[in-house]
């Protein structure tokens, strides 16, 4: 009857042991016992609290990049409104946002565990109306020195930084199975800022101003939605107490290789993208500037849009085409794409074709699409497979740890492809009078970044019989 009786005593305390605890909401919307991977918790409750969460993080990370893109924009207007800045101070103007923003992207990754996610959130979404405010002072008069123009242009890095911390704290609130098509969709939904702000801020500040340039518009057009975006996220997001930090696990990445010979390759595609998209309003403008109409020239660099636009779509399916065919082998295509893109571009320049030059960019963003997404997929799998740790016989946990660690880093390192590509086209300018030496430039890059690729994945995977896994 003793070993009956503690038998019939077992079972609950084992029942009791495997049931995950209830969720606790506790005052500041912070949520403690969250659990994705249970299945009953998820189905119970946390599917619907992340789908809550991840929508107001997409509006808000949206915004991030729409105002880290509107500088690339409004200069190409400035000397209709009077300014007078030369190109070197113009490249200034378009790339210092990507240099504070891909700056900003590594503490902003570690803002989530440190405040909460609902909380950094809002603190994010309302710095965002320094730099759209301070826009809408700044181009009012003419008169506003560079260097206040400068800083301006430097607050809006604020919304590069926005991508790392919502994606971080995205990561928290999905099990693995689903945290693949999560991630992606907070991801799609932030870089299709950069395609609307080109799209609707020539408009607002040309077609909305009865034929002059009205350029405060391009900032205080989005300062409703800004507010809208905080007070979404002050009501209806929360913050999940078991959202912890791993600055470990990132100095622990810091120390594989694959981590800067991926940051390399990210540089060319992500790099490439977000560096374009800022330069692309302008290189219309400088290459055609027969669209002298305010009107005409409104609708042309309205047309800019496409390229942040392609690219933002393409990028999923680079992620599974990656799944299909290796992600190496994705991203030696796109480079070869880019390269080969580039070399058409700069030979049809003559022609002075606006359409065929449309359509050489919105491929060669599409080229750049696929590779972000292809090389984004080759991280976990490298790291997994063929990092230092792997090698050595970490366990799995510990090899995710590191690629996860490794992802927020290469995304900011990326990012300052959006710096270096204006500010190369700029010196290519002032030394030669031409951007073409600095395209001939980008052309040597993705044939270096494509062997880089070869030589690293491509040939050992050949070696192994393991071309299809990276």
Same mark, same amino acid.
């Given at each position: 009857?003793?070993?009956?009786?503690?038998?019939?005593?077992?079972? &609950?305390?084992? *029942?009791?042991?495997?049931?995950? &605890?209830?969720?606790?909401?506790?005052?500041?919307?912070?949520?403690?016992?969250?659990?994705?991977?249970?299945?009953?918790?998820?189905?119970?409750?946390?599917? /619907?609290?992340?789908?809550?969460?991840?929508?107001?993080?997409?509006?808000?990370?949206?915004?991030?990049?729409?105002?880290?893109?509107?500088?690339?924009?409004?200069?190409?207007?400035?000397?209709?409104?009077?300014?007078?800045?030369?190109?070197?101070?113009?490249?200034?103007?378009?790339?210092?946002?990507?240099?504070?923003?891909?700056?900003?992207?590594?503490?902003?990754?570690?803002?989530?565990?440190?405040?909460?996610?609902?909380?950094?959130?809002?603190v994010s979404a309302l710095l965002l109306l320094i730099p759209t405010t301070?826009?809408?002072?700044?181009?009012?008069?003419?008169?506003?020195?560079?260097?206040?123009?400068?800083?301006?242009?430097?607050?809006?890095?604020?919304?590069?930084? +926005?991508?790392?911390?919502?994606?971080?704290?995205?990561?928290?609130?999905?099990?693995?199975?689903?945290?693949?098509?999560?991630?992606?969709?907070?991801?799609?939904?932030? +870089?299709?800022?950069?395609?609307?702000?080109?799209?609707?801020? &020539?408009?607002?500040?040309?077609?909305?101003?009865?034929?002059?340039? +009205?350029?405060?518009?391009?900032?205080?057009?989005?300062?409703?939605?800004?507010?809208?975006?905080?007070?979404?996220?002050?009501?209806?997001?929360?913050?999940?107490?078991?959202?912890?930090?791993?600055?470990?696990?990132?100095?622990?990445?810091?120390?594989?290789?694959?981590l800067w010979i991926m940051a390399f390759l990210y540089i060319g595609t992500?790099?490439?993208?977000?560096?374009?998209?800022?330069?692309?309003?302008?290189?219309?403008?400088?290459?055609?500037?027969?669209?002298?109409?305010?009107?005409?020239?409104?609708?042309?660099? /309205?047309?800019?849009?496409?390229?942040?636009?392609?690219?933002?779509?393409?990028?999923?399916?680079?992620?599974?085409?990656?799944?299909?065919?290796?992600?190496?082998?994705?991203?030696?295509?796109?480079?070869?794409?880019?390269?080969?893109?580039?070399?058409?571009?700069?030979?049809?320049?003559?022609?002075?074709?606006?359409?065929?030059?449309?359509?050489?960019?919105?491929?060669?963003?599409?080229?750049?699409?696929?590779?972000?997404?292809?090389?984004?997929?080759?991280?976990?799998?490298?790291?997994?497979?063929?990092?230092?740790?792997?090698?050595?016989?970490?366990?799995?946990?510990?090899?995710?740890?590191?690629?996860?660690?490794?992802?927020?880093?290469?995304?900011?390192?990326?990012?300052?492809?959006?710096?270096?590509?204006?500010?190369?086209?700029?010196?290519? +300018? *002032?030394?030669?009078?031409?951007?073409?030496?600095?395209?001939?430039?980008?052309?040597?890059?993705?044939?270096?970044?494509?062997?880089?690729?070869?030589?690293?994945?491509?040939?050992?995977?050949?070696?192994?019989?393991?071309?299809?896994?990276?």
């Amino acid at each position: 009857m003793t070993v009956d009786r503690s038998a019939d005593e077992l079972a &609950p305390v084992q *029942s009791t042991a495997t049931a995950a &605890p209830a969720l606790e909401h506790r005052p500041g919307r912070w949520i403690a016992n969250w659990d994705a991977e249970d299945k009953g918790q998820w189905e119970a409750e946390g599917r /619907s609290i992340a789908k809550r969460n991840l929508y107001w993080s997409i509006f808000a990370e949206f915004l991030g990049f729409v105002v880290w893109q509107l500088w690339s924009i409004v200069v190409v207007q400035l000397p209709a409104a009077g300014f007078r800045f030369d190109t070197n101070q113009i490249f200034w103007l378009i790339s210092i946002p990507s240099l504070v923003g891909a700056t900003l992207r590594i503490p902003y990754t570690f803002m989530v565990p440190k405040f909460g996610g609902r909380n950094w959130t809002i603190v994010s979404a309302l710095l965002l109306l320094i730099p759209t405010t301070g826009l809408a002072i700044c181009v009012s008069n003419p008169e506003t020195p560079f260097g206040i123009m400068l800083l301006m242009a430097a607050l809006a890095g604020f919304g590069g930084g +926005n991508f790392a911390s919502s994606m971080a704290n995205i990561t928290f609130f999905y099990p693995a199975r689903e945290k693949g098509w999560a991630l992606g969709l907070n991801a799609a939904g932030g +870089n299709l800022g950069a395609a609307v702000a080109q799209l609707v801020v &020539p408009i607002a500040i040309t077609l909305l101003a009865a034929g002059t340039v +009205n350029l405060p518009m391009a900032g205080i057009i989005w300062i409703p939605l800004i507010i809208i975006a905080a007070f979404g996220a002050y009501k209806y997001m929360n913050n999940l107490t078991s959202a912890k930090g791993d600055v470990a696990g990132s100095l622990a990445a810091l120390k594989e290789p694959h981590l800067w010979i991926m940051a390399f390759l990210y540089i060319g595609t992500f790099g490439s993208f977000i560096g374009f998209a800022g330069v692309f309003p302008k290189l219309i403008k400088d290459y055609f500037p027969d669209f002298s109409s305010i009107h005409v020239g409104a609708v042309a660099l /309205s047309l800019a849009f496409l390229g942040p636009l392609v690219g933002s779509l393409a990028r999923p399916y680079g992620g599974r085409m990656a799944d299909r065919m290796g992600g190496a082998r994705m991203t030696i295509a796109s480079f070869a794409s880019m390269a080969v893109i580039t070399l058409t571009m700069i030979w049809t320049l003559p022609l002075k074709n606006f359409w065929l030059f449309l359509t050489l960019f919105l491929l060669l963003f599409l080229a750049s699409g696929f590779g972000n997404g292809a090389t984004y997929r080759m991280i976990p799998v490298i790291f997994a497979t063929s990092s230092r740790a792997a090698r050595a016989g970490a366990p799995s946990a510990t090899t995710a740890r590191l690629a996860s660690s490794s992802l927020g880093l290469i995304s900011a390192i990326g990012a300052y492809g959006g710096f270096v590509i204006p500010q190369v086209l700029n010196a290519s +300018n *002032s030394a030669s009078g031409s951007y073409t030496p600095a395209f001939y430039g980008f052309v040597g890059a993705y044939v270096l970044m494509l062997i880089v690729c070869w030589v690293c994945y491509i040939r050992p995977a050949r070696k192994r019989n393991t071309i299809g896994h990276i």
